[in-house]
């Protein structure tokens, strides 16, 4: 199998130098006036002047392998996830992996022995690629979803239903992509957008939410930019539709540049500043 970006192991993608995420921004490409622009009766832009913009895909393809990091998938707080059971880590990894509905439990049983049968020497490369133990690797791989993207592999991490996402860097919020909620706005305290409201948190990250098609849908819900899962029925056939039509639309938003105007960071700058604060002489007198 070949090894992809982000891969334990896998080969760095040639960065040419472009280690600051924005200067892909100054790049240009020529092109020539579309029919869009005939159409407006907008005079066309010189080519010099339409700079080429990265997509998001592009930005994690060509990241991954120097961050070390993986592409996330944040599930709803573990509260939310009680009212939405289909919502739950288990049930949507078995889902989005294997295109197969189970209720939490069953689907608990069978992360178990994925777990189980990983490979020692697969557990081992993780473990030395990440920097993690070998308890945490095998935890990471379990929980890990391998999508193939334009001939590129990515690896998609299914974050746990009780992972507190204030506990996330600026770095990996820039990794985040699919996000499946619940109907109650309190969710989105966390998220470095510049209102924490629904409109900025789905321009940066896609939303999700998932129901059994019988269940009436939340009012927020439906006044949200998210796309709407509804499981049918249980049987292989529907279940694969969902799965399926997941990554069709995680795809299409990947393929997009991300607005990076939206992020607000202040929150990590405010704890970056208090720590570089210089401590008064009775105060460092009083470190153990």
Same mark, same amino acid.
């Given at each position: ?91 949507? =990894? ?61 690896? !998609? ?7 507190? =996402? ?33 409109? @900025?948190? !789905? ?7 998932? #129901? @059994? ?17 509804? =499981?049918?029925?249980?049987?292989? @056939?529907?279940?694969? !539709? ?19 105007? =939206? ?13 570089? #604060? ?11």
């Amino acid at each position: 199998e070949a090894e992809g970006a982000g891969a334990p192991g896998g080969k760095r993608p040639v960065d040419n130098g472009a280690n600051d995420e924005n200067s892909v921004d100054a790049k240009r490409q020529k092109t020539s006036s579309s029919a869009n622009d005939v159409s407006s009766g907008s005079a066309p832009q010189p080519a010099s002047s339409l700079a080429v913009q990265e997509t998001l895909l592009q930005e994690l393809v060509r990241r991954a392998a120097r961050d070390k990091k993986q592409p996330l998938i944040v599930t709803p707080p573990t509260g939310l996830k009680n009212q939405q059971p289909l919502m739950a880590r288990a049930t949507l =990894l078995v889902l989005l992996k294997d295109g197969v509905y189970m209720p939490e439990d069953k689907a608990e049983e069978v992360v178990r022995t994925m777990a189980e049968r990983i490979d020692p020497q697969d557990v081992n490369k993780a473990a030395k690629w990440y920097d993690l133990t070998d308890k945490e690797a095998r935890e990471r791989l379990t929980w890990t979803i391998r999508r193939t993207f334009d001939g590129q592999e990515l690896f !998609f991490y299914v974050l746990p239903n009780s992972q507190n =996402l204030n506990n996330l860097t600026p770095l990996e919020w820039r990794y985040v992509t699919a996000v499946f909620v619940g109907p109650k706005t309190w969710q989105f305290i966390p998220y470095p957008v510049k209102a924490s409201d629904a409109a @900025h948190v !789905f321009t940066l990250y896609r939303g999700f939410y998932m #129901k @059994h098609e019988s269940e009436k849908l939340p009012p927020p819900i439906s006044q949200w930019n998210v796309e709407v899962l509804n =499981l049918r029925a249980t049987s292989k @056939h529907e279940t694969m !539709f969902v799965k399926e039509r997941f990554w069709s639309v995680l795809e299409a938003f990947l393929r997009k540049p991300r607005d990076r105007v =939206l992020y607000n960071w202040s929150r990590w700058e405010s704890r970056s500043k208090a720590q570089d #604060k210089p401590k008064s002489p009775d105060k460092a007198a009083r470190q153990p």
